[in-house]
């Protein structure tokens, strides 16, 4: 017995050196970078995917983390790919040795003994799997990784770089192409496929091998029952479900929008904006079908805005983005015009706050000459005396001009400014031209007067980025009971058929040569534009 002491102590010792030189040679390891460049996302109000952009090779890859993809999921990846992954040190050599035998006994490889840790190691190297040297790397990277970073560090990885066909990288990705929808929310059937595809994502891709998709999917199915993840009967009724034949675009809605935050903030990879994805699409159709029928240089733009928070909800900048013909490139929502006729609800209130006018004062329409300036009307006809009421309704020009010659026009910018329009003017002096459009405003300016109009005269600061609202601050554009006087006239204007009388506040106008219509009002919550 004593003759085996210096025995067994040499082996422990060796042992002990061992384990002390493996843990050298995990802790020297190399890891390559783990950190990928991801796809700047663009998010609306309630984090639905409005837009997002490749990485510069050209990939989908969206940021993926285990709390954001659906727990049926990753219990089937597991359960499929690496049923022991929560226990294992990234080498698991009960795999490996079944993996071995089954090589053994049928002359080939049956199975794997990869691990996820190794199946992540490859991912992040791009190294090859069929050869006995990358084979080694990845089982040192692997348990590099479960040191270093740990098994939800592992699987956050995973998630983000696993392919799934084409230039599409995580689960993410994956699953706005093949589903059209985030990976919080799978069916069995399309975590399945999920599962699946990155194990040959181009032999298995749906919309190009679908025989093979399916095949895959409905094995990870049968798998998943004979682990209990799955009810039988659930596994069966999900092998029943279509694979999809064809890869979904990626959601491209409020493209001009989208191009700004990403230029406001170029490092930025995650944008939070104030849309409603939902409003956002409905009104680009909106848009888009109304143009199409029209000529080939129409364009078209919209804003919609909470004016009591100052939240834009929706932001068109053309009918369509991609549109050559029509300068779809071209964001109209930011683009200086002449807003016509839209201006003299301003006109109007000032006027009353200043005890100029009332909405039942009588007031002139009939051919004047300003100095050299001899406006007319859009119609050639004049009306006679009127009340200023009907006067606005009807949007005549001789008495908006006339009051505005009345409160001088310098006094018209300096109100518009307060609104937080930034008015572009012709060279020299502000003249009488203002009143009718005379200037260059956006239809972001507009909307900011037609807010503060609706809020009681009060500025709004309209803002499209969550959590970057502007404060309030100045004086108000108009005292609350001209912007009162002002909405109550405007809402007598009769409304369109398709909408109801008397609750929209609206104006219209028709910029020089008619090359700009204009619409503009507000109702007690949104302003449209």
Do not use: C
Request: net charge positive; no cysteine.
């Amino acid at each position: 017995m004593r003759a085996l002491l210096p025995v067994l102590a040499a082996v422990l010792f060796l042992g002990a050196a061992a384990r002390d030189a493996a843990d050298a040679w995990i802790d020297a390891t190399m890891l390559p970078p783990l950190a990928a460049e991801t796809s700047v996302e663009v998010l609306d109000r309630h984090g639905t995917l409005l837009r997002a952009y490749t990485v510069e090779d050209g990939r989908w890859r969206l940021a993926a983390s285990p709390d954001r993809v659906d727990p049926l999921y990753l219990r089937m990846l597991v359960a499929y790919e690496d049923r022991r992954f929560r226990s294992h040190p990234g080498i698991d050599a009960l795999a490996l040795l079944r993996a071995a035998g089954q090589a053994l006994a049928h002359g080939r490889i049956v199975s794997g003994g990869s691990t996820l840790s190794m199946q992540t190691a490859r991912l992040l190297e791009d190294s090859g799997t069929g050869r006995w040297a990358g084979k080694l790397r990845q089982m040192r990277v692997a348990l590099a990784l479960e040191r270093r970073i740990g098994k939800d560090g592992i699987l956050a990885l995973y998630l983000a770089r696993a392919p799934f066909g084409g230039n599409l990288e995580g689960i993410a990705a994956g699953s706005l192409a093949w589903f059209g929808k985030p990976p919080a929310r799978l069916s069995p059937a399309e975590a399945a496929l999920l599962v699946a595809l990155p194990q040959s994502p181009e032999t298995r891709r749906p919309d190009r091998a679908a025989d093979a998709a399916r095949a895959a999917r409905d094995r990870v199915l049968a798998r998943m029952a004979e682990a209990g993840v799955l009810k039988p009967e659930t596994a069966a009724l999900a092998a029943r479900s279509p694979v999809p034949e064809t890869r979904r675009p990626f959601p491209e809605l409020a493209p001009h929008l989208a191009d700004r935050a990403r230029a406001a903030e170029p490092g930025a990879r995650l944008h939070r904006l104030t849309l409603d994805a939902g409003l956002q699409a409905r009104l680009e159709t909106l848009v888009r079908d109304t143009v199409r029928p029209m000529g080939a240089r129409l364009s078209a733009a919209l804003i919609v805005a909470d004016h009591q928070s100052g939240e834009i909800l929706a932001e068109i900048g053309s009918p369509d983005y991609t549109d050559t013909a029509r300068d779809g490139f071209v964001d109209m929502a930011r683009a200086p015009r002449s807003p016509g006729s839209t201006l003299k609800p301003l006109i109007y209130g000032l006027a009353f706050a200043e005890g100029l006018a009332h909405p039942e004062t009588l007031i002139e329409d009939r051919p004047t000459a300003f100095g050299t300036y001899r406006p007319s009307n859009f119609d050639g006809r004049f009306r006679g005396t009127l009340p200023v009421r009907a006067a606005l309704q009807a949007s005549l020009n001789i008495p908006a001009v006339a009051l505005t010659e009345a409160l001088g026009p310098a006094r018209l910018l300096a109100r518009l400014k307060r609104a937080g329009a930034r008015p572009a003017l012709p060279d020299g002096p502000p003249g009488l031209a203002i009143a009718l459009g005379g200037l260059g405003l956006t239809l972001e300016d507009l909307a900011r007067l037609y807010a503060a109009l609706a809020e009681g005269g009060r500025p709004v600061p309209l803002h499209w980025r969550i959590g970057a609202a502007p404060v309030a601050e100045g004086a108000p554009v108009l005292p609350p009971e001209a912007a009162w006087q002002v909405g109550d006239i405007l809402r007598g204007v009769p409304a369109p058929a398709s909408a109801p009388q008397g609750r929209i506040a609206f104006k219209t106008g028709t910029s020089y040569g008619h090359r700009d219509a204009w619409a503009v009002g507000f109702d007690g919550r949104h302003v449209v534009r």
